[in-house]
């Protein structure tokens, strides 16, 4: 292992991470540079790393302890990972996490955040999207941002539930499958629209286009305008990175302070990574 180095990847979000191979035993205070430096870029991309999934757990729980997700079905004898798997054969179909999101913020401790390692790769399109939340929110309008401060917005199981219910053609392909028409997803869960990060200390705007749905004291139909211009602003394409994945790549982010966005431009063509999580406690009000 060499000397350690993080190449930003973009100028508010994102990092290559050189010198550090993950097969390895992290001891302890690289384990704390690699925390520190997720709180500061947000996304790290260890690239050729190739990990087992045994590896893959480990490597994650560097971040935070391991968390199962609800709603999707995971890998067969492997309850804390999922197969995000779009198969050549799944074409006109929707794909997983095809919408600037964060990921499961309905629940009420959401996860504080995901781990994806590349296994097979298409030769083209299938790159995944961030925009970090601390450049939305530090660079919100006045107006807006006196108005979401100190305030909850409410969040639900929209793909999962029956209210929001994506419609057909918007829903992922039959290789991830997922509970649907479940009316306990309907159920609102409040969290600051700004929240801070529990280690960093940092401000961001959380809020998503996926699963919030309207802004405390105010009805959906109000929130809606509101909304829309916080949606804008926080997948604005100066505050976001993309990354073009290769077989092998290990990429972390922090589900606290980012959006991401799964592109859907590889039909006919077999894509699978596999995902962890990581869990972390209740958002906290700015």
Same mark, same amino acid.
């Given at each position: 292992?060499?000397?350690?180095?993080?190449?930003?990847?973009?100028?508010?979000?994102?990092?290559?991470?050189?010198?550090? @191979?993950?097969?390895?035993?992290? #001891?302890?205070?690289?384990?704390?540079?690699?925390?520190?430096?997720?709180?500061?870029?947000?996304?790290?991309?260890?690239?050729? %790393?190739?990990?087992?999934? =045994?590896?893959?757990?480990?490597?994650?729980?560097?971040?935070?302890?391991?968390?199962?997700?609800?709603?999707?079905?995971?890998?067969?004898?492997?309850? %804390?990972?999922?197969?995000?798997?779009?198969?050549?054969?799944?074409?006109?179909?929707?794909?997983?996490? *095809?919408?600037?999101?964060?990921?499961? +913020?309905?629940?009420?401790?959401?996860?504080?955040?995901?781990?994806?390692?590349?296994?097979?790769?298409?030769?083209?399109?299938? #790159?995944?999207?961030?925009?970090?939340?601390?450049?939305?929110?530090? +660079?919100?309008?006045?107006?807006?941002?006196?108005?979401?401060? *100190?305030?909850?917005?409410?969040?639900?199981? =929209?793909?999962y539930g029956v209210k929001h219910a994506p419609p057909?053609? =918007?829903?992922?392909?039959?290789?991830?499958?997922?509970?649907? *028409?479940?009316? @306990?997803?309907?159920?609102?869960?409040?969290?600051?629209?700004?929240?801070?990060?529990?280690?960093? *200390?940092?401000?961001?705007?959380?809020?998503?286009?996926?699963?919030?749905?309207?802004?405390?004291?105010?009805?959906? =139909?109000?929130?809606?305008?509101?909304?829309?211009?916080?949606?804008?602003?926080?997948?604005?394409?100066?505050?976001?990175?993309?990354?073009?994945?290769?077989?092998?790549?290990?990429?972390?982010?922090?589900?606290?302070?980012?959006?991401?966005?799964?592109?859907?431009?590889y039909d006919g063509v077999r894509r699978l990574l596999?995902?962890?999580?990581?869990?972390?406690?209740?958002?906290?009000? @700015?």
């Open positions: 292992m060499g000397a350690i180095a993080f190449r930003p990847l973009a100028g508010y979000i994102g990092a290559r991470v050189e010198g550090v @191979a993950l097969s390895e035993t992290v #001891d302890d205070d690289l384990a704390a540079t690699l925390r520190t430096a997720l709180f500061e870029h947000l996304i790290l991309v260890f690239p050729e %790393q190739y990990l087992d999934l =045994a590896r893959q757990k480990e490597v994650t729980e560097i971040f935070g302890p391991l968390r199962p997700v609800p709603y999707i079905e995971p890998m067969a004898g492997e309850p %804390q990972v999922i197969a995000v798997l779009k198969k050549a054969e799944e074409r006109n179909v929707g794909v997983f996490g *095809g919408e600037w999101h964060s990921d499961f +913020s309905f629940l009420k401790a959401p996860p504080a955040g995901s781990v994806l390692s590349a296994v097979e790769i298409p030769p083209y399109g299938g #790159d995944t999207l961030w925009a970090s939340q601390i450049a939305a929110y530090e +660079s919100l309008p006045t107006g807006l941002k006196d108005l979401i401060e *100190g305030r909850d917005a409410v969040h639900t199981g =929209a793909p057909q053609e =918007a829903r992922s392909g039959a290789s991830i499958k997922m509970v649907r *028409g479940d009316p @306990a997803a309907d159920r609102e869960t409040f969290h600051p629209a700004v929240r801070t990060h529990p280690e960093s *200390g940092r401000k961001a705007l959380f809020v998503n286009p996926i699963y919030t749905t309207r802004l405390d004291g105010l009805s959906e =139909a109000d929130s809606r305008p509101i909304l829309e211009r916080l949606f804008r602003h926080a997948t604005r394409p100066d505050i976001t990175c993309r990354h073009r994945w290769s077989a092998g790549d290990l990429v972390v982010w922090d589900n606290r302070t980012t959006l991401h966005y799964a592109l859907n431009d596999y995902r962890t999580t990581f869990g972390d406690r209740e958002p906290a009000h @700015a």
